[in-house]
C-alpha cells in the first residue's frame, strides 16, 4: 500500500505488511530463513544484510512513518547510532554533537571516537549559535536530540537543518523520546533519523532494538558499514516489533494525552518544586515545541520540594515502577542522579541542571485516575519530619 494519502494508524497498522498468499491469514508470515537461494533474487537475501522478508517489510512502515524513502532496522539504538555515525565520519572528520545527549551516545564518542582518530566537540547549550561556533573546516555531521533526556529541552530543527545545510554538513536526529508520532525531522530537512525501537516504537518493555530512516542513498551508505559491523536485528524480534508498531499510533497519542494532564496536575501539587514538559506554558522551549512538534510526548520530569523524600516517595509507589528504561505501555520512574546519570560527579550533574531530587516520569497508557491517586499518595508518605 502506497503511504501518501493514508492516515498514522493505517500505516502502523498496515505499511509493508507481507501478504500471505498461501494460506490468507491475516498477519504478516515470519520467515525465519537463515539462508534463501542463490540465484532467484538480484540481492543475496542473509539477515546481516538487512533484507531478509520481515526486515524490508518493516522498513516500509518505519520509512513511511518517517516521511523517507527508506529505513532499516537495527539489533538496538545504539547499533543504528554507532552504525550510522561511523559510516559518515572517516580519520579526520570532525563532529558537533548536542551537549545533553543519551547517555551511551555519550559514552560511544567518548570512549571510541579517538581510536579511530575522529574529532568531535560538544555544544555548549542547546542554541543553534553554539552548534554554529563548534563548526570547523573538517566538520561532517551534526547531530541532535530532542526533546532531550531528562530535561525535555527543545531543539530547534529548522535551525539546524539551515546550519547544516548552509555548511555541507549531513544532519542526524535522534527522535526517540518525541518518536514518529509526535515529530517528523525529515519533513523539516533532517538527513538522517535515528531511534531506539526498544522504546516507543517497541512500546511494551520487550524488546530490544533500533532503526534508521533516511533517503535512499543514506541508507545505502549506512547498508555498506552496517553489513561489514553486523548488527541487524533478529526476524523473530522484527516480527514481534512490527506487531507492536501497530498500535503505536494510538499508544502514543494516549500517552501525551496522560502526560499532559499529569503535568498539570504535578505542577499545581504544594510538593512539587519543578515540573518539565514541553506541553506547559511554563517550559522555556513551549513556543518552539509546538513549532516543530506535533503532540508534547509521554516523557515528563519533576522535582519534589526539599521537604519532601525522595527515596521514600520512590518506595512507596504501587503502580508506577521504578525502571531503567522508558516508554512502555506501563508509567515508570527513574532517578537520573542514582540512574541514568549516575556516573556524572554531582558538578557535572549540576551543571547539566539535573538536580539529585530530579525524577523521570515515563508516563503509561493507565487509567489517569489511577495514577494520579498512586503519585498522591506516595507525595503524602514522602513528607519529612512527620
Ligand atoms: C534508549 C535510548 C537509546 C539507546 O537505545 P538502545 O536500544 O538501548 O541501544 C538511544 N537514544 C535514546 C534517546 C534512548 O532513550
Known amino acids: 500500500m502506497k503511504n501518501k494519502k493514508l492516515g498514522l494508524n493505517t500505516v502502523c497498522t498496515h505499511t509493508g505488511e507481507i501478504k500471505d498468499t498461501q494460506f490468507k491469514g491475516a498477519i504478516s508470515p515470519i520467515y525465519l530463513s537463515s539462508s534463501y537461494a542463490f540465484d532467484d533474487v538480484d540481492v543475496k537475501r542473509y539477515p546481516r544484510y538487512f533484507n531478509t522478508p520481515n526486515q524490508q517489510a518493516l522498513s516500509k512502515k518505519i520509512a513511511a512513518l518517517e516521511h523517507t524513502e527508506a529505513a532499516m532496522i537495527f539489533g538496538s539504538g545504539m547499533a543504528a547510532i554507532s552504525t550510522s555515525l561511523l559510516a559518515f565520519l572517516k580519520k579526520g572528520d570532525h563532529i558537533v554533537l548536542q551537549n545533553a545527549l543519551y547517555g551511551g551516545t555519550m559514552n560511544f564518542v567518548l570512549e571510541e571516537f579517538d581510536k579511530y582518530g575522529i574529532e568531535y566537540s560538544f555544544t555548549k547549550s542547546l542554541d543553534s549559535k553554539d552548534f554554529k561556533k563548534e563548526i570547523r573546516n573538517n566538520t561532517k555531521v551534526i547531530y541532535i536530540e530532542t526533546p532531550s533526556n531528562p530535561l525535555l529541552k527543545i531543539t530547534d530543527i529548522r535551525k539546524i537543518v539551515k546550519l547544516a545545510k548552509k555548511h555541507n554538513l549531513v544532519s542526524m536526529i535522534d527522535n526517540t523520546f518525541a518518536s514518529s508520532v509526535n515529530q517528523l525531522p525529515a519533513t523539516m530537512g533532517i538527513d538522517i533519523v535515528i531511534h531506539s525501537a526498544t522504546k516507543y516504537f517497541g512500546g511494551h518493555s520487550d524488546i530490544l532494538a533500533g532503526a534508521v ?15 561489514n559491523l553486523g548488527g541487524s536485528l533478529s526476524d523473530f524480534t522484527v516480527w514481534m516489533l512490527e506487531r507492536s508498531m501497530k498500535t503505536l499510533g494510538i499508544r502514543v497519542v494516549a500517552q501525551n494525552k496522560n502526560a499532559m494532564k499529569l503535568a498539570n496536575f504535578l505542577e499545581k501539587d504544594k510538593a512539587v518544586a519543578r515540573v518539565y514538559y514541553p506541553g506547559l506554558k511554563s517550559h522555556e522551549d513551549y513556543e518552539l515545541a509546538k ?16 521537604d519532601y523524600d525522595v527515596e521514600i516517595f520512590f518506595k512507596s509507589l504501587k503502580l508506577i515502577k521504578p525502571s531503567m528504561s522508558l516508554a512502555g505501555v506501563e508509567s515508570t520512574i527513574l532517578s537520573p542522579a542514582k540512574a541514568s546519570h549516575a556516573l ?18 515515563s508516563v503509561g497508557i493507565e487509567d489517569r485516575k489511577d495514577i494520579i491517586a498512586d503519585l498522591k499518595q506516595a507525595i503524602k508518605k514522602a513528607k519529612k519530619g512527620k
Open 213 to 227: 530512516a533516511a533517503s535512499a542513498d543514506h541508507i545505502d551508505r549506512i547498508f555498506q558499514l552496517g553489513k
Open 291 to 306: 513549532s516543530q512538534m506535533s503532540g508534547f510526548g509521554g516523557m515528563l520530569s519533576f522535582e519534589l520540594k526539599s
Open 344 to 361: 556524572l560527579t554531582p558538578e557535572e550533574r549540576q551543571k547539566q541542571g539535573i538536580a539529585d531530587g530530579l525524577i523521570r516520569f
